[in-house]
Nanobody, 125 residues
């Protein structure tokens, strides 16, 4: 019943910015811990950022901390990932995910039940 749809991924230049959106339908969005993950070709899917029900608890991977910002708007059933100071190594497919059973987001992908289809982010040097 829960569907997640990412948007906003595109080609960007190094040092530039992008904002990704993830729109949720079905379920109760405000009761989902939400996370962003990414997967580059030939690499494992990795945690990027997570946010609790009301945004009071936020976590980032070391590789993006200080450059990316996760936020959510529960009135719009949407979670965002603002990406600044983009680097070539940020190139990946970005996925949003929802955990309907926990308030605090986890960093392991096995803890998330619902996943979006992904949106491609390509950063040129």
């Amino acid at each position: 019943q829960v569907t997640l749809v990412e948007s906003g991924g595109r080609l960007a230049q190094a040092g530039g910015s992008l904002n990704l959106s993830c729109a949720a339908s079905g379920g109760t969005f405000s009761a989902f811990a939400m996370g962003w993950f990414r997967q580059a070709p030939g690499k494992e899917r990795e945690f990027v950022a997570g946010i609790s029900w009301k945004g009071g608890a936020i976590y980032y991977s070391a590789s993006v901390k200080g450059r990316f910002t996760i936020s959510r708007d529960n009135t719009k059933n949407t979670v965002y990932l603002q990406m600044n100071s983009l680097k070539s190594e940020d190139t990946a497919v970005y996925y949003c995910a929802a955990d309907p059973h926990h308030e605090i987001p986890r960093q392991g992908d096995a803890d998330y039940r619902y996943w979006g289809q992904g949106t491609q982010v390509t950063v040129s040097s």
